[in-house]
């Protein structure tokens, strides 16, 4: 199995390009089912789980063709409305495909996504939004089986804001039949990026990115082209990188506005930043102050950043709270950053940092894809090397990152 091997220690300079969304690419790909017209999309990312999303619908039938950051995406032949457990289980976002599945052919069949390293991520709220509209669901053989004539508006309100869950029952309701008003509805900017997307093609959506969204069905949606959002999480965890290494670092081709309460971190902590319409700098020439982070739901500081900017704690002068209100079980970086010298206390969902002066580096390795990345801000600071082992969590979500590092300055190789 590939490895990467880092050697700490130098700052990090220059300039990096941020690919396409991964949590964009994602639903947007799913959302190609709802036409039998073609789609055309651009700035999709590289990445191990856009390459499972696409054999899942190429393996109900649908002809995709990638050249280069372009998919083409053809679902008029679907002959299948199955997700088998054997790709479920290796993303859980294939769930995506329940919407748009039950809204075009009105039947669809999903392996459940189990628990996760993070947590055990439910989504009966997926399913009872599908009731809410007139399906009928029954969970068989680690299934679940939906069935609907034609999906009916309705009005849902969702207990959890949940994203995966607002963007399935927004592909489920553009072609139902009626008005479906979704409440508490998660505003992430993924969730715009998808309504942009089916507003593109026909759709009738109002309110993405507030709390309240409202969606008038329409009889049929034509295909399209588009250019999915860049990664908001890749870029944040650019700036992390720059700021654990006492770097200057600017990742360029990002949206700033989707990362304020990553910026507003990184200000409180005592680096400079620099913003413009399409560009963050990050300079840290005097050290990270500790700084208590929460998580929360967007427009607050993204759960998918944790991992990361507790990587950059671990060398703060003071004490860090980090409370993760999101996922019950996301601290599995926990025992790995220790494992590098990092003083981490856990209470609950707290985790408390203590800065060190420094960190040595050592072989460790992570059973989640942030928590993976948070040990490659670490070990771009860590003392000697680090090893990092099940990098593939690595490649589900981040595109080139080897050489993207090695461009700012980075020591880092993979090793088969
Ligand atoms: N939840 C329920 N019931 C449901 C759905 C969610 O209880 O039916 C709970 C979850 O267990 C969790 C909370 O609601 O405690 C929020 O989870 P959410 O549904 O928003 O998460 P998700 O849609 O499964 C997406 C991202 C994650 C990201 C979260 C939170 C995609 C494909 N995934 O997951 O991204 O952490 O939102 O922002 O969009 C990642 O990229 O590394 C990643 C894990």
Redesign the pocket.
Known sequence: MDKVLITGGRKLQGEVEISGA??SA??IIASTILSVDECVLSNVPLLK?IQTIKKLLECMGARIKREGDTLDVNTKDLKSCEAPYELVKTM??S??VLGPLVARFGEARVSLPGGCA???????????GLQKMGAEVEIKHGYVEVRAKRLKGAKIY??????????NLMMAAVIADGVTVLGNV?C?P?VVDLANFLTKRGARIRGAGTDTIIIEGVARLSGGSYEVMPDR?EAGTYLACGAITGGDVTVKRCIPAHLEAVLATLRAAGLKTEVTSDSIRVIADNGITAVDVRTM??PGF???MQAQIMAVMTIGRGLSVITET???N?FIHVPELRRMGANIKLQGNYAIVEGVQNLPGAPVMAT???ASASLVVAGLVAEGKTEIHRIYHLD??YERMEEKLSQLGAEIVRVK
């Open positions: 991964k949590n994602l639903p789980d859980r976002a769930v995506l993070i947590g055990t991520r439910p989504i009966n709220l997926h399913i009872a969702f207990d959890i804001s949940t994203v995966t869950g607002t963007e998660a992430e993924e999480i739901p967007y993204p759960t998918d999101i996922f019950e996301r989640d894809l942030r589900r979500g």
